[in-house]
């Protein structure tokens, strides 16, 4: 069993590993440069991948459009199953708990009927690296007079209030999870940004990659039970 360490010890074990590794941005490549042994022919090789990377990778882009009002995920709950729950799991553990998340069955078949009406194009279950941004637009206040509602549409009055923007992205990457991509892990890059509209929505813009970066990522991810042949991951390089 992992046993929980401290924030002093984790700061402790932290400060041994990485003692000496400059902060600064540039002075940290020079330390690389240095640590790696870097030559003329390994930096020429370097740069030659870099080229290569720029003009091999590129993004594809997708627009989903949800028409409801924007929702953060419900904080996630739980019941101590029992045998009186006549449950598998209370045979072979009288106090399982049992954690689970509200509506999140209910999203994810929500959007599995999107696909399959082909309201979002889309071939493949996506298993590149991803970009999204998140477009919120709750229903402008009714207490807003028609200056302020139309600045809102505008948008130059913006919501500081719930659903949280942490909220925002859980519950609609968790609708993605194994029906958009693969799963979560595959975004790098990630914004929220939150509106008032008279039309409440989401618009939301996901671009992904057309391939993984390297041959690591690759096997990783073939050799997932979840992934099927028929995705046709590619890795740069291969």
Known sequence: MATHKSRLVKSSLYEDKYRGIPIDYDDR?????????????VEN???????QMLTSLYFNDIKIVLFEIPE???????????????????IANPNFVHVY????HEDSVFMSRLLAQDLISLQNLICTPCEITINTY???????????????ELGLHRPIAKPDWDNIEKKYSDMFNHN??????LVIDGHIHKYYSIL????IDLRYL??????????????????KEEYQLKYFGG
């Not at 998340?101 to 999140?104: D, G, K, L, T």
């Not at 958009?180 to 892990?185: A, P, R, S, V």
């Open 29 to 41: 490549l020079s330390y690389l440069y240095d640590k790696l042994k870097i030559n003329n022919k």
């Open 45 to 51: 090789e370097i740069l030659e991948k870099r080229i």
């Open 72 to 90: 953060g995920a419900p904080r996630p709950r739980f019941r101590i199953i029992n045998r009186s729950n006549f449950m598998n799991e209370a």
């Open 101 to 104: 998340s509200v509506n999140a």
């Open 138 to 152: 709750s229903p402008t206040p009714s207490y807003f007079n028609r200056v302020d509602t139309f600045l809102a």
């Open 180 to 185: 958009i991509w693969l799963d979560d892990t």
């Open 200 to 203: 409440p929505r989401l618009e």
């Open 210 to 227: 057309n391939m993984v970066y390297n041959r690591y990522q690759y096997n990783s991810i073939i050799n997932r039970s979840d992934y």
